[in-house]
């Protein structure tokens, strides 16, 4: 079984190489929640199961055009970590569409059984 630790360095590597859909593929449990600080645009601030984080992600990549991305970390704490995460954006829609902005993001992930199983996010909307 990984450690937190390990888990995390993991997550932030693929992260920082842009292999965010590899990252949800090894490192997160089936059954993972996601809860959001604000829900997108007509969806939920939670998520649940691989399937609807993955639609997430793809649905936030398409509709954003992203300039930078960086992440750091992770930060250990028992069987939780966060990352930090930085972007610069342009999203394509919504009342920020074709505004470019930074955003700063944590994230806390929770692991079991060598998977995340839950992730955070917390950012100022």
């Known amino acids: 079984m990984h450690s937190t630790m390990e888990i995390g360095r993991k997550f932030v590597a693929l992260c920082q190489q842009g292999k965010n859909a590899e990252a949800h593929d090894t ?6 929640v996601s809860i959001e600080a604000g829900g997108p645009p007509g969806q939920n601030r939670r998520s649940e199961g691989l399937a609807a984080i ?13 300039h930078k ?21 342009t999203p394509k829609v919504g009342p920020m569409a074709g505004k470019r902005f930074a955003m700063d993001e944590a994230g806390l992930f929770t692991v079991k059984d060598g998977k995340i199983v839950k992730e955070e ?5």
């Open 121 to 125: 996010y917390f950012y100022a909307m």
């Open 69 to 89: 991305a960086e992440c750091s970390g992770p930060w250990p704490h028992d069987d939780r970590f966060i990352v930090r995460f930085t972007y610069e954006i």
């Open 27 to 32: 490192l997160y449990s089936p059954a993972i």
């Open 54 to 66: 993955k639609g997430k992600s793809e649905w936030w990549a398409a509709n954003h055009e992203i």
